[in-house]
T-cell receptor, first 115, second 114 residues
Framework: AQSVTQLGSHVSVSEGALVLLRCNYS??????LFWYVQYPNQGLQLLLK??????LVKGINGFEAEFKKSETSFHLTKPSAHMSDAAEYFC?????????????FGAGTRLFVKA | NAGVTQTPKFQVLKTGQSMTLQCAQD?????MYWYRQDPGMGLRLIYY???????DKGEVPNGYNVSRLNKREFSLRLESAAPSQTSVYFC?????????????FGPGTRLTVT
């Protein structure tokens, strides 16, 4: 069965510092992995997705994530945090099971950016 | 192009009351979903509709019913609201052409049941 674990419900960084949000997954078949971002009082929007074309995936707003099969990880990074990055980030895994396509979301990591 | 729209944005119900949350998308997507979001639990799938005319249970379907009215609209009904259903509800839609589909989310409905 699929599952997603996001390490750290809250992460705080200073403006200009590296952002690292951790995600580990389990899936019985090759997974498709996503990072979504949720700004306050809004729905989720896609940051980036891994679909097996390349292990390093670049997304919007300077974010990128690397798929590491041996570690079952898909961590999200950004070299330099900006105040506007403050939001909640969700990792998700999707695969095709007996019931069709299913997506499972992690519990989320809230990113705080200090001036 | 409005994307995914949800009504209402906010709702307060008393225990035992019923209500329907409305969702519509204008992207001609085949699949639609209802999630609830609770603190520390991420998003949990309530029901989904892979295509017009079909609906299936997700992870937490108890206490809810859905209707896929047409390709654009997917409603969620609470027949007898309970305080445990206090949550933020999100509707989403996607294409179903490949397993690496992404979902497009509405702005959410904040529901409080007293």
């Amino acid at each position: 069965a699929q599952s997603v674990t996001q390490l750290g419900s809250h992460v705080s960084v200073s403006e200009g510092a590296l952002v690292l949000l951790r995600c580990n997954y389990s899936s019985s078949v090759p997974p498709y992995l996503f990072w979504y971002v949720q700004y306050p009082n809004q729905g989720l929007q896609l940051l980036l997705k891994y679909t097996s074309a390349a292990t390093l995936v670049k997304g919007i707003n300077g974010f990128e994530a690397e798929f590491k099969k041996s570690e079952t990880s898909f961590h999200l990074t950004k070299p330099s945090a900006h105040m506007s990055d403050a939001a909640e980030y969700f990792c998700a895994v999707s695969d095709q099971g007996t019931g069709g396509f299913k997506t499972i979301f992690g519990a989320g990591t809230r990113l705080f950016v200090k001036a | 192009n409005a994307g995914v729209t949800q009504t209402p944005k906010f709702q307060v119900l008393k225990t035992g009351q019923s209500m329907t949350l409305q969702c519509a998308q204008d992207m001609n997507h085949n699949s639609m979903y209802w999630y609830r979001q609770d603190p520390g639990m991420g998003l949990r799938l309530i029901y989904y509709s892979a295509s017009e005319g079909t609906t299936d249970k997700g992870e937490v379907p108890n206490g809810y019913n859905v209707s896929r009215l047409n390709k654009r609209e997917f409603s969620l009904r609470l027949e007898s609201a309970a305080p445990s259903q206090t949550s933020v509800y999100f509707c989403a839609s996607s294409e179903l052409t490949r397993v690496w589909y992404e979902q497009y989310f509405g702005p959410g409905t904040r529901l409080t049941v007293t």
